[in-house]
């Protein structure tokens, strides 16, 4: 990418092409988005015509709302002449996040049951547009074209693309633990089938609710030091939850024992818990030697001037 020096500030500034390559790259992840939902909209409507559940209306409002704000983001990005007042913006973020956890519950809902989606568009389509809308959410917290170098949030916070992967993991493992709960009609809190589903649904939901929580927190905190304070206790919460829950989830007699929807799930949410507390740990140690440096510092030049004196 060519670059240009801005006279007042010093800082290395990209030119058009820049914003040009990433205008393209969005115009390719919106218009996936609104391919893969179409096409699991059309599959839906087909497969459910005579008869659909409140979990297959689900899954066709998720597709329908996907698609149209994918119409209407791609057209933005690439017909829009005026200012573009969506894409690069929170606006576009919320949304994509939003999409996000919705494409993970509809995911759960249609095929967490553990055995074959009938439909091949359908399973397929549905997890194109959940990676899809996973890629470009990554890709609109890295760079944003409508803000500044210092006040991108990917640069406020690196640790953002892992909790977004932390938290739709948690989504689907949850929302495939309750379709299999309701398959298997789970009434009886002593059986052990049911008491692993019920673990699965209560740490993926908690998992979930609290990893949003720290995506909502970060467009709040600009200092990236107060949140990852509360990042470090939460992850290290988190990180021992799945540790000793893996077992009991993905072991015998368990919602995670065939390989499916819950198993990955599970797994991943593990190892992007885990990442993100070594990531945290390195940078809070870095954090305090940088604050025990500027200490020494001071207390340094605070004895030379007492010498002087």
Not at 5 to 24: F, I, P, R, Y
Not at 49 to 56: G, H, I, P, V
Not at 72 to 96: A, C, D, P, R, Y
Request: hydrophobic residues 45%; neutral net charge; proline residues 1%.
């Amino acid at each position: 990418w060519k670059e240009i020096k801005n006279k007042n500030t010093g800082v290395m500034a990209s030119t058009d092409s820049s914003e040009a390559v990433l205008t393209h790259m969005r115009l390719q992840y919106w218009g996936a988005i609104a391919v893969c939902s179409a096409i699991t909209l059309g599959s839906l409507v087909g497969s459910t015509k005579f008869y659909r559940t409140s979990n297959d209306k689900f899954a066709i409002s998720t597709a329908a709302i996907s698609m149209s704000f994918g119409v209407i983001f791609m057209f933005m990005s690439k017909w829009s002449v005026s200012q573009n007042h969506l894409n690069g913006t929170k606006l576009e973020l919320g949304f994509l996040l939003t999409n996000l956890l919705f494409w993970a519950i509809t995911l759960g809902l249609i095929s967490g049951g553990g055995g074959p989606v009938e439909n091949a568009n359908i399973y397929y389509f549905s997890w194109g547009s959940f990676i899809s809308t996973l890629l470009l959410t990554i890709n609109v917290m890295q760079v944003s074209p409508n803000e500044t170098d210092d006040q991108s949030i990917a640069k406020r916070h690196s640790r953002l693309t892992k909790w977004t992967t932390l938290c739709a993991s948690s989504m689907i493992m949850m929302a495939s633990t309750v379709t299999i709960w309701q398959q298997v009609n789970c009434k009886s809190p002593l059986d052990e089938f049911c008491k692993r589903s019920a673990l699965a649904i209560g740490l993926g939901a908690s998992v979930s609710f609290f990893a949003l929580m720290i995506l909502i927190l970060d467009f709040w905190y600009k200092e990236n030091n107060k949140l990852l304070q509360i990042e470090s206790v939460l992850v290290f919460l988190i990180v021992v939850a799945y540790a000793i829950s893996i077992g009991y989830i993905t072991g015998d007699d368990a919602p995670g024992t065939s390989i499916g929807n819950v198993y990955y799930a599970t797994w991943v949410a593990l190892f992007s818990s885990a990442s993100l507390a070594v990531e945290c740990m390195n940078e809070f140690l870095e954090l305090v030697k940088k604050n025990g440096n500027a200490a020494a510092r001071a207390i340094a030049g605070t004895n030379s001037g007492e010498e002087k004196a």
